[in-house]
């Protein structure tokens, strides 16, 4: 989720007349780059080494990670923004025009860059796997957006994991909950034996809008062309007509997104998986609907509930409306006793409360924490350490295979299960 102070650094929107300037001349700067084989070592980098960072993808989540980073540089971290990458001509200018970047049109460019040592992939879903392993197999380290792929794509993410451990790339996957020392506190009690041993998770997201899914379209004339590039856009998605729909507001459809399965779950689990060891759930069913946003071409759900079992012999359940932003509080619960938590996902836990099998309870204060900065100086501090980060590409991959399941145990209508020694979905 986005920090709202992330968008201070972020210039107006250039003028459509200003864009269509200055295209032209970013275009005579951008040379055409003969790739190479990818090589699967990168620059080794000394603890005093300044780290040069690319960004493909610069729309609203990748403007975000823009300002963290230039945050950081300005609080003296030794690192430099490189390159930015977009497949949209002016989401590039306005991003290169920030910080003085150079621009490549295709993520392919941007990795062949030698002054680039690590890439924060923002792209839509669907690129997030494909990119990453480009990137890793490039030698770069990654700093890949949740969710970390397509809910179509669990061989491919599971085949991102599988390389990234034996090219001994860094990637930090954009969970972010797991750099909330509040959340780290909850996680304390609980391997404390505050609760006891844990049997029932439930949580919930709640908005009132589709503002999610139905994105700005910031030019109405807008066609694929030299500054949209459309087929970068779908990647391996099905090959469909351009619409602007499709292009600006792509979590509307199942091609690129999973509704709130893939976009909101991932800040409820993560911390959940995080504090209780967890990993590939067992069992998945899933339930919902397009309830409410029927007037346009939704695809996604907007009303979406699932219930994970896990091998721990625990339940996780997550509910999520867009009609009503009426919430309820997430409660895990032992054998022993339950914390109630307060908390709006984004920046930590604002209060807890353990309640013992008796009744008596105890209040605990929280905090918020910038934790997309704290997990971008995690991230940094293993580029040079190359120690494990907080949310690594196993984690992230424990994560979305549960997404995984609930999308498609929605999807099919069906329950979906685990095999554990085949490691494979099965329906």
């Known amino acids: 989720m986005n920090n709202p102070q992330d968008s201070l650094l972020i210039p107006p929107p250039l003028t459509r007349r200003k864009f269509i300037r200055t295209t032209a001349q970013a275009a005579a700067a951008v040379s055409v780059v003969t790739l190479a084989p990818y090589v699967a070592r990168g620059r080794v980098l000394g603890a005093n080494d300044r780290i040069g960072v690319g960004f493909v993808g610069v729309g609203g989540r990748g403007r975000s990670h823009l300002a963290t980073v230039q945050k950081l540089i300005e609080s003296g971290e030794n690192l430099h923004i490189v390159a930015v990458c977009d497949a949209y001509g002016y989401r590039r200018e306005q991003a290169a025009e920030l910080t003085g970047a150079r621009i ?152 690129y997104a999973g509704g709130p399965s893939t976009d909101l779950f991932p800040h409820l689990l993560t911390p959940f998986v995080n504090m209780l060891g967890l990993k590939f759930p067992s069992l998945a069913v899933a339930s919902g609907g397009i309830f409410k946003y029927d007037n346009y071409d939704r695809e996604v759900p907007d009303t979406f509930s699932v219930c994970l079992d896990y091998p721990e012999r625990l339940t996780v359940n997550m509910v999520c409306t867009l009609s009503n932003d009426c919430p309820t509080a997430p409660v895990i619960r032992g054998d022993e006793g339950a914390i109630v938590l307060g908390t709006d996902w984004a920046s930590g836990v604002d209060r807890y409360t353990l309640v013992s099998k008796k009744g008596e309870r105890q209040e605990f204060k929280g905090g918020q924490t910038d934790t997309t900065r704290a997990h971008w100086q995690d991230f940094l501090r293993c580029i040079r350490t190359r120690e494990k980060p907080v949310s690594d590409v196993a984690f992230g991959f424990h994560v979305q295979t549960a997404l995984c399941m609930a999308t498609l145990a929605f999807r099919k209508r069906k329950v979906a299960t685990f095999d554990f020694k085949r490691e494979k979905i099965l329906l």
Not at 119 to 131: E, G, K
Not at 205 to 221: K, L, Q, T, V
Not at 227 to 253: M, N, Q
Request: with cysteine; charged share 30%.
């Open 104 to 255: 490549h049109k295709r993520h392919a460019e941007l990795l062949a860059d030698a002054e680039v040592d690590a890439v924060c992939i923002a792209t839509p879903d669907r690129l997030h796997v494909s990119q990453a392993l480009d990137a890793i197999r490039a030698g770069k380290d990654v700093y890949c957006e949740k969710p970390m792929g397509h809910w179509s794509q669990f061989e491919l993410s599971k085949k991102f994991c599988q390389e990234t451990s034996s090219l001994q790339r860094i990637v930090q996957i954009g969970n972010q909950a797991n750099s909330s020392p509040e959340w780290k506190k909850v996680g304390d009690l609980i391997r404390q034996g505050a609760v006891g041993r844990v049997q029932h998770v439930e949580a919930g997201y709640y908005r009132n809008g589709d503002f999610g899914e139905r994105m700005p379209i910031p030019d109405p004339e807008a066609k694929p062309g030299p500054d949209l590039d459309w087929e970068a856009f779908l990647g391996d998605a099905p090959k469909v007509p351009f619409t602007l729909e499709r292009f600006f507001s792509w979590r509307r459809y199942w091609d």
